[in-house]
């Protein structure tokens, strides 16, 4: 049982590139979330998926988008990566959206 | 103004300390208070989930939710240097919504 994972652990892109995110959950879950750690921010809500099959809008969704790709899978695209997306990633679920779980985080560097 | 509020520290101890972290928060609607604990690099794990008023105990740790101060707390009884994280306070309105966070507040604690 290995919870939350997230794949990579670390990367840097240069502005304008565009990469996805990872993240999967061996528990069941039904929703999913990403969130963005910035120093002093705590985290917040980029994108979150109630159950397979939709997704909304969070408190940052701008530069973002999600794919709920089935029940297990949630991922994360930058299509044209920015500086302000430097930030550590991170992905959670949940069976009844109050107790998340979280995934180790993605360290992302734009230069 | 933000939803949840959290003293951000950094806070300093000696072991063996009691440790007091607090949150307000301003939606009187919130039904669901948790405490994370977040080591350095390193997703945030949950330590201590209430739903209604009062305090809940386990083992040296405490939380106590005042609901008509709008007033969460996490006492740290004989505190280790194995406690050094950043705690951050989460709560919501329950079911599918979306938890809130505060922005965390970092302890260390020095033998």
């Known amino acids: 049982n290995a919870g939350v994972t997230q794949t990579p652990k670390f990367q840097v892109l240069k502005t304008g590139q565009s990469m996805t995110l990872q993240c999967a959950q061996d528990m069941n879950h039904n929703s999913m979330y990403w969130y963005r750690q910035d120093p002093g921010m705590g985290l917040r809500l980029i994108y979150y998926s109630a159950s397979e099959g939709t997704t909304d809008k969070g408190e940052v969704p701008n530069g973002y988008n999600v794919s709920r790709l089935n029940k297990r899978e949630f991922s994360l695209r930058l299509e044209s990566a920015a500086p302000s997306q430097t930030s550590v990633y991170f992905c959670?679920?949940?069976?009844?959206?109050?107790?998340?779980?979280f995934g180790p985080g993605t360290r992302l560097t734009v230069l | 103004q933000k939803e949840v509020e959290q003293d951000p520290g950094p806070l300093s101890v000696p072991e063996g300390a009691i440790v007091s972290l607090n949150c307000t928060y301003s939606?009187?609607?919130?039904?669901?208070f948790m405490w994370y604990r977040q080591y350095s690099r390193k997703g945030p794990e949950l330590l201590m989930y209430?739903?209604?008023?009062g305090n809940k105990e386990d083992g040296r740790f405490t939380a106590q939710v005042d609901k008509s101060s709008k007033y969460i707390s996490l006492f740290i009884r004989d505190s280790q240097p194995s406690d050094s994280a950043t705690y951050l306070c989460?709560?919501?309105?329950?079911?599918?919504?979306?938890?809130?966070f505060g922005a965390g507040t970092r302890l260390a604690v020095h033998p």
């Open positions: 959670a679920s949940t069976t009844m959206g109050d107790t998340q779980y």
């Open positions: 989460a709560m919501t309105l329950g079911g599918y919504n979306k938890l809130i």
């Open positions: 209430t739903y209604s008023s």
């Open positions: 939606n009187s609607a919130f039904q669901y």
